[in-house]
């Protein structure tokens, strides 16, 4: 299976945290599946340590670049068509940030490692959570 990490799973999964539901522990830890990230997950995780919504020893940018080689993933790249698809999704709610996670997950047929009702709810986005 490909699945594709939305940044919540990515950061509970990395921190240990006990709200990843066993269903997605082990998806993750299966060596059969593939795990992709995106570089819109990275930008989020930055942004939350720097609005001091979570706390990532050091430092943020170390603690990412520690993560990144700990935890191999592959780079979910952006490009122009998931820019245009992130607007053509039937995505219940406007978060930009999820928005290319979703189009990002449709356009590399992936599926979404996700707990967020308003994506799970995505009709042409495949979930796992």
Known sequence: MKILLDTHIWLWYSLGNPKLTPNLKAAIEDPNNELWLSPISIWETILLAEKSRISLPPDPITWVNTVLTLFETREALLNHEIAILSRQLACPHQDPADRFIAATAV?????????DHSLIATPSLQTIN
């Open 107 to 115: 356009h590399y047929n992936l599926q979404l490692a996700t707990m």
